[in-house]
T-cell receptor
Framework: DGGITQSPKYLFRKEGQNVTLSCEQNLNHDAMYWYRQDPGQGLRLIYYSQIVNDFQKGDIAEGYSVSREKKESFPLTVTSAQKNPTAFYLC??????????FGQGTRLTVV | AQKVTQAQTEISVVEKEDVTLDCVYETRDTTYYLFWYKQPPSGELVFLIRRNSFDEQNEISGRYSWNFQKSTSSFNFTITASQVVDSAVYFCALSTYSNYQLIWGAGTKLIIKP
């Protein structure tokens, strides 16, 4: 079945630690996105990529990094520079101007 | 500038009532696309509908219907005979031909009481 897989579902990070969230899609979509969602809030764009080896900052990129070495994969690293990383992270992919498909999300908690 | 406004932060109704979720958008592009998504408590966003700017026909899918009006820049979503399972956060979104990033509304939390 085609879709987007995010892992892990739950992730715990210690202060000062970098962690990487995985996002893989087998939909052959060109564009991929990372969003952050805080409790009771909407979606905020962190990074997006429209083609392999290219990506752009979204509205809240500080403290995050990404790579797009393969069309299928768009991992997100939450660095120690992100001072308040506890949130729900959603990955999405899309073909231009069609609906975006979302993964199940990763809940990141700082411990 | 492109913007999506969902003015209703939270709506609470009793089961079997009809409920309408409002979505107002802003864009200068003539070609654009509007979307509705549902986010149940599990968190995953579920796609409900896409509508392009050249198609103003209303859409009905079971208990769900959508009213697209370019004259008022609105794309409202109505649930008829609501059910408890409809409880979720609903998001409206916009993309344009020139910039196909999705612009999201803040979401409306819908609570259906039994």
């Amino acid at each position: 079945d085609g879709g987007i897989t995010q892992s892990p579902k739950y992730l715990f990070r210690k202060e000062g630690q970098n962690v990487t969230l995985s996002c893989e899609q087998n939909l052959n979509h060109d564009a991929m996105y990372w969003y952050r969602q805080d409790p009771g809030q909407g979606l905020r764009l962190i990074y997006y990529s429209q083609i392999v080896n290219d990506f752009q900052k979204g509205d809240i990129a500080e403290g995050y990094s990404v790579s797009r070495e393969k069309k299928e994969s768009f991992p997100l690293t939450v660095t120690s520079a992100q001072k308040n990383p506890t949130a729900f992270y959603l990955c999405a992919s899309t073909v231009r101007n069609t609906e975006a498909f979302f993964g199940q999300g990763t809940r990141l908690t700082v411990v | 500038a492109q913007k999506v406004t969902q003015a209703q932060t939270e709506i609470s109704v009793v089961e079997k009532e009809d409920v309408t979720l409002d979505c107002v958008y802003e864009t200068r592009d003539t070609t654009y696309y509007l979307f509705w998504y549902k986010q149940p408590p599990s968190g995953e966003l579920v796609f409900l509908i896409r509508r392009n700017s050249f198609d103003e026909q209303n859409e009905i899918s079971g208990r769900y219907s959508w009213n697209f009006q370019k004259s008022t820049s609105s794309f409202n979503f109505t649930i008829t005979a609501s059910q408890v399972v409809d409880s979720a956060v609903y998001f409206c979104a916009l993309s344009t031909y020139s910039n196909y990033q999705l612009i999201w509304g803040a979401g409306t939390k819908l609570i259906i009481k039994p």
